[in-house]
């Protein structure tokens, strides 16, 4: 199962017991307990995705933040305009409350992004609790939503991106980090493609071993591998999250 819902644990949030909660929705569905709540963080009222207690996607819900992003590994995917200023099809895989693509969908508005969301109840759950419903005409027009398992998808099509990305999520399980799957991502990756990938482990010791594995693997597969830290000021031995970021280079579609 690859996709599923997204995000992973932002390591900035910390809630207290002055912190005012709200829960507004709780639904057992096969992959959790969803809950969706209301807190004020830091002067902000703030709209938490969660899943079996994992904070999952979130959205401010003042107006005028309403496409901000909160989470810091969410802002670091902007890297990728940095490197392909041109981008124009992206893939999002695990949509979670529809946070990234939001803002996308307002920042790039020449650009379009396909969204591979595992389950039903969450795309619903957006619309109603997190202002998906609420998308302007041009917005509606440049997204597209995909209720389905990524790998398979990813079989059955061969469509093409600028840009994938991996954030998928089921509770606090990573899904679509097998060796397989990166092949499956260059494949559809158009020539100059960027892959990214929000990965949870620790920096350094035994709690580091997957993230090294993993920068491993895509060395394999990519010409140029970065990784990027979301908190310096996270203890290197304490899980947070990190965005994996493999290119290829323009002209080639990945390693041979």
């Known amino acids: 199962m ?22 507004i ?12 709540e209301d807190r004020m963080i830091y002067g902000d009222m703030i709209r938490f995705l969660m899943v079996d207690g994992n904070p999952e996607s979130a959205m401010y819900l003042d107006d005028e933040k309403k496409y901000d992003l909160l989470f810091p590994y969410m802002q670091r995917f902007s890297y990728a305009f940095v490197c392909r200023p ?11 409350a529809f946070s ?11 650009s379009r992004i396909t969204v591979i969301e595992l389950s039903q109840t969450v ?5 109603k609790y997190f202002r998906l419903d609420e998308l302007d005409i041009e917005q509606k027009s440049n997204l597209r939503i995909v209720c389905e398992d990524a790998f398979t998808w990813l079989k059955d099509t061969d469509e093409k991106f600028d840009w994938i990305i991996n954030d ?30 929000n990965h949870v482990s620790a920096r350094s010791g035994f709690g580091a071993r997957s993230l090294y594995r993993r920068e491993k693997q895509m060395q394999e597969y990519f010409d140029s591998v970065t990784k990027i ?7 290197r031995f304490r899980r947070q999250n990190f965005v994996l970021t493999g290119i290829l280079q323009e002209g080639t579609d990945g390693k041979d």
């Open 2 to 23: 690859l996709s599923g819902i997204s995000s992973g644990i932002p390591s900035v949030i910390c809630y207290n017991g002055n912190m005012q909660k709200k829960v």
């Open 25 to 36: 929705h709780t639904e057992n569905t096969p992959y959790g307990l969803i809950e969706i």
């Open 86 to 96: 041109e981008i124009r099809n992206t893939l999002l895989i695990g949509g979670g």
């Open 100 to 110: 990234y693509p939001k803002y996308y969908l307002e920042h790039h508005r020449r």
């Open 123 to 127: 795309i619903d759950l957006s619309k």
């Open 168 to 197: 998928a999520f089921i509770g606090d399980q990573m899904q679509g980090r097998q060796p397989s799957f990166l092949m499956e991502v260059v494949s559809h990756l158009n020539p100059g493609g960027i892959y990214m990938e």
């Open 229 to 235: 830290i979301c908190d310096e000021d996270v203890s």
